[in-house]
Each structure stands twice: as structure tokens, then as C-alpha cells.
């Protein structure tokens, strides 16, 4: 170990302090990624034997800690408990990457299973170890496969039980709390263009495409298709921005307004 560089020292560390792993163990994952620290982490939950790194008995008093008193889930008191001894805003996006983790169903409720399975997955057994995950949960934000994950993940948990699509207030609170993430500078102009134009649910399909557009399409529109292959929504809305000179009018040199 004292032939580390300082740099490889200082991640070696600071993945002991996440993962409140051995050294031994935070070496092994750090150098089968090549010392990247997201990719160490990917190595280190996707192990299998991390399951052996919890405690069940532990897993169940944090379950009970939150429980329904009549009903056997965590339903939104719980939650807001959880997020009080997590020091975290229920409506921080982190918790939308927890329930991610728990393969969640419907957002505000987590069934005994989705809770204990994904705590297992995690490596949480305590309190304190589920403090110390925050940082790793919120840093997967930034990793484009796994926000696409989150993503796509985020409409099924938002949407009403037993509804195929989502709610336009809903979806609207979600793609603000993502793209205050993964920064699109039209976001604003989406949102005030389906209030004015849309006003009913969003498909699936819609859902989806717009994270695509929102990666592949410049703001200024430079590289709009009109001929590709967007669903109606997303080609009515770039016909909204033109007709308002919300793209001619500002352009590139003008972007920070559509901010």
C-alpha cells in the first residue's frame, strides 16, 4: 500500500469513509476499475457477497422502525420519518434514486420486500450506514446510463396505481426535479408549453422520447429533424418555440434567458 500514489491514497480513503469497507477490500475495487471511484463502487454493490455485509435482524427493526402501524408497508409517515433520520428533504431527488435501488412500485410506499431487498443490495444494515450511501446514491445521478435508468424508472413509480399514463402536474414536478440534474435549458418552455397547449396525461412513449431529445437536440434547435422520428408532442412543441421566437429571437448568444 505505501507505493500508492497520493491520488490513488486519497480515493482508497475516501471509498474506505462511503463504504466503511477494509482497506483491503476498497484496494481490490479501486484497481479492478483502473482507480475510477464510480466504477469501484459499481464493483463493490454489484457483488454478490455484499448481502453477506448485513445484518437481517438489523434490516428488520429498521423495517419496523418504519412500518405502518396497521398496515405491513412503509407508507408516506414512514418516509417522512426516514428522511428525518437521513437528514434529507423528502423531496430531494435522492430519494427518488432510494427508491430506484428498491425497484420501488408506487412512489411514497415501500413494501417489506423493496425496502430489505434493496437495503441488502445496498450493503445498509444501520442507520449510519445508509447516511454514509447518500453521497454514493446521489453521485450516480451523474453517470448517464444510470440517470437514463432513473429516468425511465421514475415514470412507472410517479404514475397513479393502475394508470397507463402520468399525471401532466406530476410529470411536470418530475421533469423540473430531473433536468435541475441533468441541466436542459428548455425545460421551463416544455413545461409552460403543455399547461398552455396539452393539459392531459403523458404517455410512456413520450416520456422516454423526451429525455432523448432533451440529450440529442441542441437548445437552439441547430439540429432539430423535422422529419425524424419524434412523437407529435415533442414536434408541436418545436413549432411552439418558432412561433413564439422563443429559439429564432434569443439563439445561441442569447441562451442564458432561456435558462
Same mark, same amino acid.
Given at each position: ?39 469501484? &463502487? ?17 434490516? !428488520? !427493526? ?43 412500485? @408506487?412512489?411514497?410506499? &415501500? ?43 421514475? &415514470? ?13 402536474? @406530476? ?7 430531473? &433536468? ?25 412513449? @413520450?416520456?422516454?422520447?423526451?429525455? !432523448? ?47
Amino acid at each position: 500500500m505505501h507505493k500508492l500514489s497520493r491520488g490513488h491514497r486519497d480515493k482508497l480513503h475516501q471509498f474506505m469513509a462511503i463504504t466503511g469497507t477494509s482497506e483491503k477490500v476498497a484496494h481490490q475495487a479501486l484497481k479492478a476499475s483502473d482507480w475510477h471511484l464510480e466504477g469501484a &463502487f459499481d464493483v463493490f454493490y454489484s457483488q454478490p457477497q455484499i448481502k453477506a455485509f448485513t445484518d437481517s435482524r438489523h434490516l !428488520e !427493526e429498521l423495517y419496523n422502525r418504519y412500518k405502518d402501524p396497521y398496515v405491513d408497508m412503509i407508507l408516506a409517515d414512514g418516509i417522512s420519518l426516514l428522511c428525518d433520520d437521513l437528514q434529507v428533504d423528502p423531496q430531494d431527488i435522492v430519494m427518488l434514486v432510494v427508491s430506484w435501488h428498491m425497484k420501488a412500485n @408506487t412512489m411514497c410506499e &415501500f413494501s417489506k420486500q423493496e425496502f430489505i431487498g434493496g437495503l441488502q443490495a445496498l450493503g445498509i444494515d444501520s442507520l449510519e450506514r445508509f447516511r454514509e450511501r447518500i453521497p454514493y446514491m446521489r453521485s450516480e445521478l451523474k453517470d448517464d446510463q444510470k440517470f437514463r435508468e432513473i429516468y425511465n424508472f421514475a &415514470f412507472g413509480w410517479a404514475k397513479e396505481k393502475g394508470q397507463k399514463s402520468l399525471a401532466l402536474d @406530476t410529470a411536470i414536478g418530475m421533469w423540473q426535479l430531473l &433536468f435541475a440534474e441533468k441541466q436542459w435549458l428548455l425545460v421551463d418552455h416544455w413545461c409552460q408549453f403543455l399547461q398552455a397547449r396539452h393539459n392531459k396525461a403523458i404517455s410512456r412513449d @413520450t416520456w422516454s422520447q423526451l429525455l !432523448e431529445f432533451a440529450r440529442t437536440v441542441e437548445p437552439t434547435l441547430s439540429n432539430y429533424d423535422a422529419e425524424g422520428a419524434w412523437p407529435y408532442l415533442i414536434d408541436e412543441f418545436v413549432e411552439y418555440l418558432n412561433e413564439n421566437g422563443i429559439i429564432q429571437s434569443n439563439q445561441a448568444n442569447d441562451l442564458s434567458q432561456i435558462r
